[in-house]
């Protein structure tokens, strides 16, 4: 099962290694886990989930661009809604992520990009990349692929610690170029009319 459908709410079972279910009662509970499992892991929804809102991020062809994060936002956010998760978005906090996810005890912080392409690739903002590493484990990047298109097709990339690197749920990798960059600016000192 996926990492970010693990999330079924299990009561303190205290320090033992053993804990047998056939009690009475524990009845309630091994029936929720039965429905749990037989619905391949979906918590039913618990109210009617909000829709995710779009930001606004500089863009190079304005129009097409704003279409196709409004599209990958969306489609981050259905996937999320659609395992359970009560998803905010908070685009304009500029937090080093697009929306928020909470479900039971899970959070997650998702950054999403969008391409217009097939290309399973993006350019993360330095405080993206930095909050990225800072909480690798809740962080989520998903790529959303011909995202202007009825073919867009969403990646989600989750850190796995048993393999030391990010991976779609599939066991694709997601390989990090990291590149350095500089704001650049004319310092040239302006004339008083008393200067030769």
Known sequence: MPPDKRVFPVPDMGQSLIW???????????????????????????????????GSHWQQDAQLRLAIEAAAIELAGKHFEDLGYDVTSVERDKKGWDLEARLVREYLRIEEKGRDGKGVSAELTP??????????????????????????????????????????????????????????????????????
């Not at 047998?20 to 989930?49: C, T």
């Open 127 to 196: 405080n993206e990349y930095r909050q990225l590493t800072k909480y690798r484990d809740s962080y989520r990047v998903c790529i959303v692929t011909d995202a202007s298109s009825k073919r867009a097709r969403l990646h989600v990339f989750a850190y796995s610690a048993e393999h030391g690197l990010w991976q779609s749920d599939k066991g694709q990798p997601l390989v990090f170029e990291k590149r350095i960059g500089a704001l650049i600016s004319s310092l040239e000192k302006s004339r008083s009319p008393n200067t030769r």
């Open 20 to 54: 047998y279910a056939d009690h009475p009662e524990h009845a309630n509970f091994v029936r929720s886990v039965q429905k749990y499992i037989a619905s391949g892991g979906n918590l039913p929804p618990k109210h009617k989930k909000q829709t995710v809102k779009n």
